[in-house]
C-alpha cells in the first residue's frame, strides 16, 4: 500500500472529499517538466496546466497463480487547441521539447491537502512512449511501466575478448554466472574426514559451474576461470573439479583462488568410486562376525560396519565381505587405483597374521588406529585392465586374526582412481628476463682477483597445458555474501554484512542492486524484511519452517531477462515483485490460509459497488504437484524430486468428479525438505477453487492501494452469501486494480 502523508490521508478521510490528478511529462536532460492537469492549478511556482481532457486508467495487475505482474500503459488525452498552453498548442513545444522517453510522475491530491508534488502524494511513475499522435485539437500520450527502465539481460558481466583476450573461444561472450547459496560440505553425514574424503565432490551439496576465462596465462602459468563477479563467501583449493560422462573427477595440480577467479595447472584427477552393496556377501571363519556392512557404502561418516574377527576363540578367525566396484568409464589415461577407507574405533594388536586385507593382495596392518584414513594401492588387482578402465568386479575387504581378538569399524570405503586428462592442448611463450651474472676481473696492477656484477636478457619459453574440451570447471562453496545494505537503514531481518545470502527474498534484492543498479531510493527495503525476515517473515508461513531453514542455491550461468529471473524465483516463493505507485520495487508474499492477521484496509462495503462475486477456473486448481530439485550443472538437468497430491481435491471438491490437475515445477533448491515444503505449499494453496470479488470503489480514499494488499471488508450487506456462507473476517488479496481521479476498481481473491 502507497503511503500517503498525514495531510492527504486526513483530507481522503473525509466521506464526500475530492480528488484530482497532477501529471509532470519530464523533458530532454529531465531537469524540467511541463505540468498538466484537469484545470489549471498553480502549487509554488510549479504551473500545472488544465489541458488534460481526459484520463486514462491508472492499472496494475498480479498474475495469483504464475506470480508475474504487468503494468498497463495509461493513456492521457491533451487539448491541443491554438492557445491551449503558453499561448499556442502543446505540439508546439515539440519544438525544443523532447519527451520521449523521459520521465513522468501522476500525483493525488485534494483542495484541502498542500504541496501538490511531495514523495508521499506518487501514485505512479515510468517512461514517457515516443509514440505520440496528436491534431489541431488533441494529443494522445502513452505512459509505460517504470519497470523497463531496469531490467535487462542477467548476467551483466560476460567473457569479453577485451578483458579477456584468451578465453576459449566457445566461451567467448558466454556470461559469467551468478552464484548464491551453499554448495559445500553437507552436513548431514557426520565429519567429514580431511585426509581424503574431503576433496571428492560426492560429499558436497553440489557444484558451482566456474567459465574458463584464460585458457593460457603464461604470467601466473595456469589457467584461469570466472565463478562470479562478486567475491564469494567460501572457496578453497581441494574442491575444483571437471565434469565428464557423468563424474566429477577433482583436480590435483596446482590449484589457487583468488575473490571469484581459480587458477588451476596440470593435467590430472581424480575420481573416487564407492563401492556397492549390490550383490554383496559376507563369509565368517570361526568366531568372527560383520555387522551392519552396508553402512561402510553409504556416503555418511555417522554410520559404520564393524568388523569383528576373535583369534583368541577360534584360530584362524575372519570376517571377508565382498564389496561390488560398479563399471567405471574412461575418463583419461590411467595412472592409480587407491582403496580409500575411513576407519572408527580400532581395537587390537596388528600385525602380519593380525590384519585387515583389501583386495585379494594388499594386507594393512600398521595404520590400523582409531580415526584413521588411509589409502592401499589396488592397481595389482586389475594389472592388464587399464586401457579398458574395466575396473568391475568384486574387492574384498577381510579382517584375519590368530591368536587375538580384533575388531574394528569402518565408515566408509572405496576407489580412488587417478587418471591424466585427455585432449590437452599446449601454448608456449618466449619471453625476455633479466639476470645477474658475477665475473672474475683481474687488477691492472697486482694481478688481484675482482668480482663484478653484471645484468644481461637472456630467453626463456613458458608453457601451460590446456584441457581443450573443457569450457567450464565446477566447484563447492559458498556463492555471494552480503553487502552493506542489508544493515543499512537501520534494517534489522536477522542478516548482516559478508553472511551468505541463502534466502530467496534477498537473493531477488540483492540482484536488483547489485546487477540492476537500483538503489535504496528505488527499493521499498521493509517490504523484503516483511517477507524475510528471520523472526517472523512471511516465506516461514510459505514453507511452513523457520525462515533461516528456507536455504536456496543456485547459479545463473546462461543468460536470462532479469524480469524472468526475479519471477522465476517468485514462483518458488509464492511471491510477486513489482514496481509501485511510489516508483520504488516492493515484494508480496503469500500465506497460507490460517497465517493472515491483520490487513493492509478495511474497506466499507457502502463505499463500493459490487460487480460479481465469482470462482477461480477449475484449470486453475493443482492437485498433484512435483518439484524438480538439486541441479546438476554438468548434466544441466535436475536429478531429484518430490511429489505430493491431495486426493480430496482429486475426488469430489474440485468439480465432483475425480481429476488429476499437475503442476511440475523447477526449483533453486538442493535439499529434499524445502522442496517438499514447497510441494505441500503449492497443493494447500492451490488445490481448491477461489473466491474472487469484482468492485468498484467509489471514492479516492482508496487510491493508495496496490496489487498484492491484504483487505477486509465492514458493513458487508449481510443479505449477500459468498457461496452461500456469510461474509466473516474474510482476507482477500488484490489481483487487480485500476485508478482514476474519483475511485478505483477492484479484482481481489480470497487467501482465508
Known sequence: MISFDSSLSDALSIGNTSAFWVLKLYYNNEASFTGVSDQDRIDGSDMYHGIVSAWGNLSHSLDFFNFTTSTGNMSVKLINTD????GGRFSDLFSTNNYANRKWELFLNT???????????MIGTGIISGDIAYDTSFASLKLLDKSSTYHKQLPTNVVDLATYPNAPEKNTDKPIPIAYGDFYEMTDIGTIPTSYFDRYKQFYKGAFPVIITDKWNVGDEAISAKLDSETPHTLDNENVYIYKDGYYPTLTGT????GSTIKFSGASAIVYVPYSSSGSSTTNVGSASTTSRDNMVDGSFSSYATLDADGSAVSPSS???DMALPQVNKLGEYSSINGTIKLGTVNGSYSATNRLQIGTSVNIYSGLSTNNEFQAPLAGNYSGKTDSWDFEGTVQHTLYSQLNNNDLQIYESGVEIGFTIENIESHSVSELYEETVRTAVYSEFDWEIEYVDETIIRTRTKTTNYPAEIDYIYCSGKGRKYPAFIDADSRNQGYNETDLIENPVFMIEDALRTELSVTSSNIDYASFDTSGNTTNGYLGDIFNDAVGDVKFAFSQYKFINSKDFISRI?????????????????????RRAGDYAGADKTINFNDINLKSISRTSLGAVRNDITINYNKDYGQ?????NVNTTDATSQGTTVNGVSQSLKLELDADILDSTTATQLADAYKTIFKDRKVILDFECLRPYYNDLEIGDIILFSNWDSNIKIYGAAMGTDYYLITSISKKPSGCSVKAIKVS
Open 111 to 121: 483542495k484541502n491537502a498542500g504541496t501538490y508534488d511531495t514523495a508521499a502524494r
Open 570 to 590: 517468485c514462483k518458488q516463493i509464492l511471491s510477486w515483485v513489482f514496481v509501485g505507485g511510489d516508483g520504488k520495487f516492493k515484494i508480496r508474499t503469500l
Open 83 to 86: 492557445n491551449s498552453i503558453s
Open 255 to 258: 590449484i589457487s583462488n583468488s
Open 319 to 321: 570376517t571377508q565381505n
Open 636 to 640: 544441466d538437468q535436475f536429478v531429484s
